[in-house]
């Protein structure tokens, strides 16, 4: 039954098409040129030779409606295609095993052309005090996956240990590498004519879309010894962690994980000097937010 | 009627010589045809008929999801007054607006002047707050359609509205009720700080990515080195195949008709009658999927325009688009018309009932589909290929390898362009591909090699020449624009006046983007060039390739742009300018 009545609809519906064409023929042309643009020709005519369609023609009325004066206004104040947007995010805010607090934390402003970064990166130690740094730099992306930054760098002073801050200029890159590896390399030139590579490596593994194990590897080397701060020259220590976040939100995610440094070399040998391992392995726990 | 019906046992017959001549009689005679669905529904939201109107946009107070929350709206409702109109009609509308920004609204699909298309600083100068502007224009079709705000992402927070045009010609089917089902996606937050949202984490709402224990899954069921191949595959185009909406419903409640799903507006019917649903996709960033199980779909009209009517089960609607369907309950029981979104992550209804009150259950969310390299015009061929071909830095047309498709061409701006993350290697039209999600899913799905237009255009020219533009974006630093362009670093695409023109659209990125010209038709053509059906806003899949016709026959500067609202905003747009 209910085939035949949407058959019995379909057909209705053709016969009235067939009933509307032979009764109404289109209306006449109206003779004003607004009515010609919206016209149409039925399907089934064929009359008129191809190619013989005018559009209408314009008077001044037509023209001056065409390009009304905006009175100064254009797009941009009603459709920025490129604001001014911002973010603060801390990648990294934790308590660590052994009574230390570290963080790794990246801010940005700008446009899609061009944004400047602050980025900040340190820990708090009982025994060693604050080991920090603070950088700005100028960011452009260059290709689709990558930025180039220049800016400087300030390590802050460290009584404890002894020694004053240092700046360094910086050029890096930043982005994603095919896999979805979220790769970060900077070079600083320093005082002194102090060289210094930082490269990490980042990737989430989704367990669920919402708890997310984050590996993640950094490495510093050193042109030449600092036995201040206690970093050889050449491949001085690699830090590698893993942190397992659960996003309550999307920007709130609280984490916990383990942290291994290795230190090689002189680095090794700069850290055995007072004591302490050349390796060390440490539980962390904090928090990764943006905004 | 004529001898065809007359096989058909006499009741239905007689309902539909009924049907018939309400629909024609009194719209035949040109007399002002009272509004069907004015009397059919208690909780319809307000309908404005006539040649004069008085439009006020303004911030309203709403509570969409059981909080609190400032919408902008016209005349005070969400969605805004349904807009009835007479084709040939000179209207007049008078749009206050009492914001504190400029505001605009424009007639989507409607053939105008171009200082009546409300495009704020293009095709005017807009609202200023406070201020009013005085639209007046002829009108020169019928059919359904929508308005909504051109400014600052006013119609994500609720400008937006229905738009009927009555014919002066019967119309070619016959309905007794006639019902707007205006679909829309509603968030709580300030649209720009979304906006901005998806500037800092454009992945925010995906949260159906796949996981480790997909993985396990798929090596189990396709071995591990397909699946392996096929992580390896996105993992170089550094992708997700999941990403089928920017945002969806983890920040979006959908609405049809202004109420939630759990809140449904009520159209009635009386067993046997036909029912039309002008469906229009109002929403900002959304695909729905439509369907009421247990009825068939009769699609008579697309755009506004009528086409020879086609029957399906479900329907996809892009945002802009609308489309005129004809039902016929026949039991005396409440359907409900579903609407999911296209990512499975919500969905809108309505119902129809014979009673108010009554109700029927919505169906279970289909599967959410994965995003294949074919869906983006790779081919099973270009897993290996992957990174290369995907990259942004490839010349295509430098590569020489054996396919049976062509290799796409690409611009060369979109060569080392950082907001260009992906480019199509071989794509087709596709229209006769239900689209992801919908195939083989054992429904009739409507497809645009469906749509034909009842009325061939005037103008059947060969176009003289051809405008290839590419839709470009990058998903993460969302960023969007044609040929990695943007839409403000763009020169305007310039058109002769008089002149017929082929546009053809390719879309390298791996999203949907409904492409809406402002002004003028576009005359959508089938794979072999030839005339399909009339459209105000062209769908584009990932990995295809779709071309339409235009008359440039409209003077003035026109917006040409995506209709998802935020790649708009991101870039997505051209000013299209026809000149003498
Ligand atoms: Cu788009």
Known sequence: MRGALAIGLLLCMQSAFAQDHSQHAMPPSSPTTTDEHAQHREHTTGDDAPGDYRSPVLTDADRAAAFPDLHGHDMSAHMDDDPFVWMVMADRFEWQQGDAVAW???????????????????????????????????????????DVLAGVRHDISNERLGHHGQDWLAIGVQGLAPYKFEVQATVYIGEGGQSMLQAEVEYELLLTNKLILQPRIEATALGR???????????????????????????????????????????????????DDAHETRWVAGVRFWF | MNDETSRFPDTTRRRLLR????????????????????????????????????????????????????AITVNGSLPGPILRWREGDEVTLRVRNTLA?????????????????GVPGLSFHGIEPGGDYLYRFRVRQSGTYWYHSHSSLQEQAGVYGALIVDPLEPEPFAFDRDYVVMLS??????????????????????????????????????????????????????????????????????LANGRRADD?????????????????????????????????????????????????????????ETFDVIVQPERDEAHVVFAQAMDRSGHARITLAPRMGMRAPSPALDKRALLTMDDMGHGSHAMSTAEMSCGANMDHSKMSMPMSTPMQAHPASETGNPFVDMQTMSPTPRLDDP????????????RYADLHSLQVPDDDREPSREIELHLTGHMERFVWGFDGIKFSDAEPVRLKYGERVRFTLVNDTMMEHPVHLHGMWSDLEDADGKFLVRKHSVSIPPGTKRSFRVTADALGRWAFHCHMLMHMEAGMMREVRVEE
Do not use: C
């Open chain 2, 264 to 320: 449904d507006w009520t159209g009635l019917f009386t067993p046997g009658e036909r029912v039309r649903l002008r469906f229009v996709n109002g929403a900002a960033m959304t695909f729905f999927d439509v369907r009421i199980p247990g009825l068939k779909l009769t699609v008579v009209a697309a755009d506004g325009q009528n086409i020879q009517p086609v029957e399906v089960d479900e329907f996809r609607i892009a945002p802009a």
């Open chain 2, 185 to 254: 996606d509603w968030t709580d937050m300030d649209p720009h700080r979304l906006f901005a949202r998806l500037k800092k984490r454009s992945d925010y709402d995906n949260l159906y990515k796949r996981t480790v224990g997909d993985f396990l899954r798929d090596a189990r069921e396709d071995g591990i080195t397909a699946a392996v191949a096929d992580r390896k595959a996105w993992g170089a185009m550094r992708m997700s195949p999941t990403d089928l909406a920017d945002v969806n419903g983890n920040t979006y409640t959908y």
């Open chain 2, 19 to 70: 049907g018939m001549a309400l629909g024609s009689a009194a719209a035949g005679l040109g007399l002002w045809r009272e509004p069907v669905w004015a009397l059919a529904t208690p909780n319809q939201s307000g309908v404005l008929a006539g040649k004069d109107f008085d439009l006020s946009i303004g911030r309203t107070p709403v509570n969409i999801t059981g909080r609190a929350a400032s």
């Open chain 1, 225 to 275: 010894n600092d036995a201040v701060r206690g970093i050889g020259s050449g491949l001085g220590e690699v830090d590698a962690g893993l942190r397992l976040r659960y996003e309550v939100r999307r920007e709130v995610a609280p984490y916990i994980g383990i942290e291994r440094a290795v230190r090689f070399g002189k680095t090794a040998d700069f850290a055995r000097a007072p004591g």
């Open chain 2, 101 to 117: 920004e400029t505001s605009a609204i424009h007639w989507h699909g409607i053939l105008l002047p171009a200082n009546m298309d």
């Open chain 1, 104 to 146: 790794e934390g990246t801010a940005w402003f700008g446009h899609d052309r061009g944004r400047l970064w602050l980025r900040s990166e340190g820990e708090r130690e009982r025994n060693h005090g604050t080991e920090a740094n603070i950088e700005a730099l100028w960011g452009e992306p260059v290709n689709a996956w990558w």
């Open chain 2, 435 to 446: 689209g992801i999600g919908l195939r083989d899913n054992g429904r009739r799905v409507l």
